[in-house]
Every structure is written in C-alpha cells, then in structure tokens.
C-alpha cells in the first residue's frame, strides 16, 4: 500500500496516509476532530474541508453545491487519497464549536448528603500505598466528564469536562454501534473514548500534583453502548433485536482496559437495565433518590439518549427518548458546551430584537450553549421572531437571510473573541425543535403507558449538561418541559457523575445500584405504534395541542 | 320491530365559511355532526361544486376534456360560464396558471389586470388559486387579492413553509383562504395555529387535505379528514374548518382515466362522491358528466334534508 503525505491547515499538522483512505480517516489520526454525524456515510454534509493541494478521487455526492465544487470544496468523508494533499478544515467543520480541551464545568453538582450511604470508597490503595484517589467518569454519547476524588477523605479536587472523540465516528449511538461492526470499527471507537478520558485524567492529576500510580481505580457511568465500546465489547446486539445488553460488565484491570493509570487499579462500570437504558440511568436515579420515597416522581436527562425515569419506591419504568446532542451544543451553527464563553441566558428586546446575554464564567462570547438556546427560543417566540412552527418571521437588523435560509443574529462578531458573528439559524431551530420534541413526547408515552396523567407527578428532577442553570420556565414555554407547576421541577446538573460519585465512596450504594437496575422495567418508543404521531405533535413550540399547556401564551 | 339507534351528540361545530360578496354568496361547514349522519346533528350546508378554469388554455389537459370544452376552452370567460350555465357549478375555482414560470411566466399586473376583467364578467362565488410556484405566487396573489376586494374570496393556497404573504392579502382585502396541509393531521392543525395566529379568524379557513384519487391514495385522504373530522367535533377549533378537495385534478392525473373513453369522468365522479363521505364541503371539478353525477348523488343524499 503506498503512503502519501497530508496536510492540515491551520493546524500545520502532517500525517502519513495509505492510498484509497479518506481524508476524514487521515484528519482523525492527525488527531483533528471533523465533525461526522453520519460517521463517514457521506450522508450528512458535516465535514467538508477544503483541498488546497493536490487531486484526491471524489466520491459523488447531492451535497456539494456547484459554487463548492469549484472552490475545491467536499465532505472529507468522500475525498479519497490517491497522492500527497494538503487540506484546510474550516471552523464550522470541527466537531464542537471549541476545541476539545478538558475545562471546569460550570455546574454544580449536589453534594453527596453525610450519612446517606456508609462511607466505603469502592477502590482500595495497596498496602503500604498512603494515597488513595479515584476517578469518577460519566461517559456520554457527546460529552465525558470525570471528577478526581481523595478516597479516605471523599473530598473533590477537581471536574473536567471534554467532548467525547467518538464523535468523530458518527453523532448518535445507532451510528457508532454500525461503525463498530466495520474492520477496525471497535478498536477506533475504544480508543477515542480512551483518550478523551485520558485526557482528563491527565489533566486532574497534573493540576492536583497527583502522581498516576497514586490513582487506584475509576467507576464509569454511561449509557449501555459507550460502556460496550469502553470495554471493548462488540455492541452489535444493541441494536439489533431482542436488542441486548451484555447481561453484567467485567470489571477490567487498568492496564487490560488501556486507562493510564497505576496498572493494577481497576476500571469498573455502573450496571445498567438493557439496551438503551444504562448505568448512567440508574446512577442517575440513585442521585435524585425518588426510588426509595413514596411520592411519584419523574427523572428527564435531557441529553443525547433523552432518558426518562417515571416512578417511586413502588415500581419504575424507562424509555430512551433519542433526542440528539442539541442541547449539548453539539451540531448547531455556535453551539458549544457549558464552558468560559458559552452564552447560557440571554433577553431580547422587543424593539429592537438587540440580545442582552450573559456568558459561563462572564468571557467574552464564544458561542451558545443549552440553556443559553432554551432561553433564546422562549425569547424568540415571546417577541415574535419566530413563529410557532421555528421559522423566522420577523425582520430587522438582526435577521438576515443566506443561502442555508435565514438566521438571527444574537452577538456581532465585534464583540466576540472570534469575530465572527453568533447567530441561531432556522436550521438550529428545526435541531432543537426535534430535540424538545423528542423529550416532551417520550414523557407523554411513558405517562401513557402507566394510565398516569403527568400532573400526578410530585417532582421532576431535570439532569443534563447545562451548566449552572437552566430557566425552567422558559424550558417549559417551548414545550420542552410539561407545564406542571414549576416548583415541582429540580435541576440536578449531571445526575449521572452525582450518582457514580456516591457510588464510588460507598459499596453500599453499589448494592443500591444493582437493585435499583433490577427494578426499572424498560419501554421501547420505537416499536410503540402512538410514538410517532406524539412525536408529530410535539413539533412546534410550545405544542400542537395547545391545551397541554395552559400556562404558556405568547 | 323498533330499532333504536345509538346516537352521538357531538359538543364541536364546524366554521361556517361564507363565499362571495353580498347578495350572492353562498356558505359551506357550520356541520356538528358527521358526514350524513343526519340524525345526529344540524348539517346545514350541503356540498358545493366549483368548476375549474384556467386563466391560460389548458394544453395539459387530457383529450377528452378538451374535447368536451371545446372552443370555450381558449376562452377563460366563456370556459366559465360553461361551468355555470352548462354545469351549474356552485363556485368558479380559477387557477393563474399562466403565472407559473413553465407556463407563461405572466407578471404580477397583468394577471391582476385579468383577475379584474374576470370578476366584471363573472359574477358567482371565486376561489382564486396561485400557479404553484411559491416565489411567483407571493407577487402575484396580493395584486389579485385586491383587485378582487369586496367580493370575499376564497385564496389558495397558504402552507407551512409560505402561508405569511397570502394571509397578510387575505386579512387586508377581506378574503377568506385555503390552508394546504401534505395528508398529514398535525400539519393541518399547526398551519390553522400559525394562520389564526396572524390574527386571520378561524372562521375564514378552509382546509384542503391533498386528497388522492379512487386507487392513488383516496382512502388515506379519507382518513385524515375523517380523523380532522372527528377532533373537531369533539372540541378543537383549530381543526373545526371545512374541507375543500381537488377532485379533478387527482382523478385525472390517474393512468385509469386515460385509458378508456368515458372512464376519466367515472373515475372523477367516485372520488369525488367517496369525499362526500369523509366531509368535503367543496369540491372542484373538470367533467361536465363527473359534476351532473355528482350533483345528482347529492341531490339524492341531501334530498329533502
């Protein structure tokens, strides 16, 4: 197989390519991030770069316009390698709108209340070890965050967050687990979780001065799929029926899972329920608590598997809502996640449409993340920007059109750290109006399929990476909320990391685990026949039926 | 032996749409009852037949239709009073074909120009449809709409993606408009939301499905009617609109009304009878025998009602 070199600018990165790859395969072992909803499919348009040098074969594809083609312009995926290249990868190509540093999250996570759980961290140093530290890690489908904790003292020192480098390999679950059953597949995918995780382990264990052999184990939550591929276990059977789970995940040694840390610590996996329902789930439920209380209470994880949890010490079910990486910021024209920049409330004024907006962290604006879209979308709607069903309708200095359709703009490029303009298109819109869509409707079915109404619900606990807040009455004016009194409603941050935190200080709160993992009964919504037609109704803003929600008017 | 028959009582009402300008106007909807179901509520307003004519001859047309019209079909005026005195047709549904960019290309005032000769000539009840080219027809509806203020019209056709310009015409010139939706109930109801949302009021909608001929897809349009139906009466407004359906040009689009002589105007004539029955208020229509039979079958169903 001939080698050819190729370069990638800006970065002014070289790598070594074999004949008949592509520049997507040569881009992910430079170590560049490509934005690849489809995982190479040549379906969805995202990763197109620019050919600066050089005549690689192009695959044919309806998505390269005319005026593309003629700057050289194609999706990386389809420009296949037949000498040296050098290749430009434009800003909106990159997978995430920041790059993928590990950064503080915003949030915060609730403390583990004393006397919940006995205290016994799950890890043990060897003997003769004095320190004893161990990693908590959520691991989701767009975002992984780890948190570094001192086991004998149970004391935090330090949470990153980093975009999940799988991403690279296609943006949802179904895709990757397609991508894992290609030669080579699973191998690619363990090792980019691998490295994200790694990075920041790396990156808490430098900060906190922290040799890695001091490090003696790391309990992952996540859903079933990103535990299959960090175990490195073929996730094939996931998605086909009876669509399985492996029944119990193995715990590996860190040296057998390929995690830098003291060789001999372990790596040990949160169980989940099946298929679409995983650890981060029950982990998730163990956080909010409701499973040993009597009132009924509902968890939404308004993440990319949407999962929700209705029920209390009596009995609980689960279904997986599918609603995309949106509100993690990821696939939309500024979106970012949850870190220093990230728009996260904004007001707009009705005369004007000008945006009064405040930043994570108070930087200078770098993009938007979920709350700050959540609380964009309410505004849009209330001033009349938006009509109901997402499209622009009104006009002004704020709105211009392209050739994509119009879009409006929140900050002008000179008051951002790039320069360039931050806006929402009408294409983000749509992507965040399937994405409520897919999390309201999923609460529907399941209420549904319980006989309950959802006003019987007492609590809803709200997890997701949203940072330090979320507007809940704005979630619920677009429909991504049920309109229930909104003193019911309690943010939780990432109930995932919360739950596997408890769980790594207490064996107890293990047990507790793999009962409540025994207890939740799962509901398929792709195989429910009403799904769909719910799913119809919960695209507009707030919802077709109107009715549901009484509270809101615009 | 006495039956009794179970009967619904319904809390909705169908609008009732009123069509053309005083002293010549006629309703459709203002039903609270299922189709023919007469003993189960007030069905006030039977269905109406509108002839459809072109603004441009119709070179598309299959032969047999342009047979029947003969010469009246290079004329728009004389094509329409066919449809009135030959017909008797409820309505004129004239299409502005002659707008569509493949067709003419007319511009914005020449077709307002001939809007305003037809409404001198023609004095019944009008729907008004665009050509069918979004852009095109965003320029010329609103001249037509005011040259053709004062006589309450009914305007096609507004869909999700583009319903703001024709709404926009309808509220300021006093018509009343066709909202298309693609089959599809939730569609139907969001656009009814988005239009009344403008501040158009309910009562000047008139929905129009997309039905699909006898074998091309009539029992899925009958469905979704039937369903549109069915949530109105039981209390969504925003559904409660009549239905217009384009019998017509569905039937005549099937490989069946082409083939064999006569068949066209049957296969017309079954679609547009089966619609009756899932609540088309409306129905536009080419063949002069499709509309007598159609007639007759409603004459006879709505015979003495």
Redesign the interface.
Same mark, same amino acid.
């Given at each position: 197989m001939r080698k050819f070199k190729i370069i990638f600018r800006p970065d002014n990165l070289t790598v070594e390519a074999e004949e008949g790859k592509t520049v997507l395969d040569a881009a992910v072992s430079a170590g560049i991030d490509i934005n690849s909803s489809c995982g190479g499919e040549g379906t969805c348009g995202k990763c197109k770069v620019r050919v600066l040098k050089g005549a690689p074969d192009i695959l044919t594809s309806g998505l390269i316009s005319p005026r593309e083609r003629k700057n050289k312009v194609f999706p990386a995926c389809l420009t296949v390698i037949r000498g040296d290249l050098e290749i430009e990868v434009p800003e909106n190509s990159r997978a995430a709108f920041d790059a993928f540093t590990a950064e503080e999250p915003s949030g915060i996570m609730p403390e583990t209340k004393e006397g919940e759980f006995k205290r016994s961290p799950l890890f043990a140093s060897p003997k003769g070890s004095v320190f004893n530290f161990g990693f908590s890690f959520d691991i989701g489908t767009t975002t992984v965050a780890g948190q570094l904790t001192d086991l004998n003292t149970g004391k935090i020192l330090g949470t990153k967050i980093s975009g999940n480098r799988q991403a690279a390999f296609g943006s949802d679950i179904i895709t990757r687990i397609v991508y894992a059953e290609k030669p080579g597949g699973l191998k690619k995918l363990n090792r980019a979780v691998l490295e994200s995780m790694g990075r920041i382990i790396e990156s808490l264990a430098e900060e906190n001065k922290i040799p890695l052999k001091e490090i003696h184990g790391i309990l992952c939550s996540g859903n079933t799929t990103m535990i299959h591929l960090l175990l490195k276990i073929d996730p094939a059977w996931i998605r086909r029926q009876p669509q399985l789970s492996v029944p119990s995940f193995p715990t590996l040694t860190a040296k057998k899972a390929g995690i830098k840390i003291n060789p001999a610590g372990i790596l040990k996996c949160i169980p989940g329920v099946s298929g679409y329902i995983g650890g981060d789930t029950v982990s998730g439920v163990l956080a909010a608590g409701f499973y040993r209380e009597e009132p009924l209470c509902m968890l939404i994880d308004i993440g990319t598997n949407g999962e929700i949890v209705l029920g209390s010490r009596e009995y609980l079910a689960a279904c997986a809502a599918s609603a995309g990486p949106a509100f993690e910021g990821s696939g939309l024209s500024c979106g970012m996640r949850a870190v220093s920049g990230a728009i996260q409330k904004v007001e707009i004024d009705s005369k004007t449409f000008k945006s009064a907006y405040l930043t994570v962290s108070g930087d200078p604006a770098r993009g938007i993340c979920g709350s700050g879209y959540i609380d964009l979308l309410s505004e849009m709607l209330q001033r009349g920007i938006i009509?109901?069903?997402g499209?622009i309708?009104a006009e002004g200095k704020h709105i211009r059109s392209t050739d994509n359709g119009k879009e409006f703009i929140v900050v002008s490029g000179e008051e951002t750290r790039a320069g360039q303009d931050i806006v929402v298109s009408e294409t983000d819109i749509e992507n965040l109006k399937r994405s409520k869509g897919a999390v309201y409707s999923a609460c529907a079915v399941l209420a549904r399929h319980l006989s309950l109404d959802l006003s019987a619900v007492s609590r809803i606990f709200i997890s997701g990476g949203f940072g330090s807040r979320l507007d809940i009455e704005k979630a619920v004016r677009i429909g991504l909320l049920p309109d229930l009194p909104r003193e019911k409603f309690i943010f939780l941050g990432n109930s995932s990391l919360s739950g596997c935190r408890k769980i790594l200080l207490s064996q107890d709160a293990l047990k507790e685990a793999f009962s409540i993992a025994s207890r939740i009964t799962y509901f398929d919504l792709a195989s429910d026949p009403g799904y769909m037609?719910e799913y119809?109704?919960a695209?507009?803003f707030p919802h077709?039926d109107?009715d549901k929600f009484p509270t809101v008017k615009f | 032996m006495e039956t009794n028959l179970t009967l619904e009582k319904y809390p909705g009402l169908i609008s009732t749409v009123t069509i053309g300008s005083e002293g010549e106007e006629l309703t459709v909807g203002g039903q609270n009852a299922l189709p023919l179901l007469f003993k189960e509520g007030n069905i006030p307003n039977p269905p109406k037949i509108a002839f459809e004519v072109w603004d441009i001859f119709p070179g598309d047309f299959d032969p047999e239709l342009l047979n029947i019209y003969g010469e009246e079909a290079k004329d728009p005026f004389a094509w329409a009073e066919l449809g009135i005195n030959k017909c008797k047709a409820d309505l004129i549904c004239l299409r502005l074909q002659g707008a569509h960019p493949d067709y003419g290309d007319k511009n914005a005032s020449k077709i307002a120009g001939f809007v305003e000769k037809f409404l001198c000539r023609i004095k019944v009840p009008l729907v008004i449809i665009g050509s069918g080219d979004d852009i095109k027809d965003n320029l010329i509806m609103p001249a037509c709409s005011e040259a053709a203020r004062g006589r309450r019209c009914l305007l096609g056709s507004a869909v999700? @993606?583009n319903y703001?310009t024709l709404v926009a015409s309808a509220l300021a010139d006093g018509h009343n408009i066709i909202a298309e939706s693609p089959i @599809?109930v939730?569609i139907a109801?969001?656009l009814n939301?988005?239009i009344s @949302?403008m501040g158009l009021p309910l009562e000047r909608i008139v929905i129009d499905p997309t039905i699909g001929a006898l074998g091309y897809g009539l029992e899925y349009a009958y469905s979704i009617m039937e369903r549109a139906r069915l949530a109105a009466l039981s209390g969504d407004r925003?559904l409660a609109s009549p239905f217009i359906c384009m019998a017509g040009q569905e039937a005549w689009k099937s490989k069946e009304a082409k083939e064999i002589p006569g068949q066209g105007a049957i296969w017309e004539a079954l679609t547009a009878t089966s619609l009756i029955q899932a609540g088309a208020d409306i129905l536009v229509m080419r063949h002069p025998k499709a509309i007598e039979e159609t007639k007759n079958h409603i004459n006879i169903l709505f015979g003495g009602k």
């Open positions: 009509d109901k069903n499209k309708s037609e119809g109704r695209l507009f077709t109107l | 999700q @993606d703001k @599809d939730n109801k969001q939301i988005l @949302d925003t």
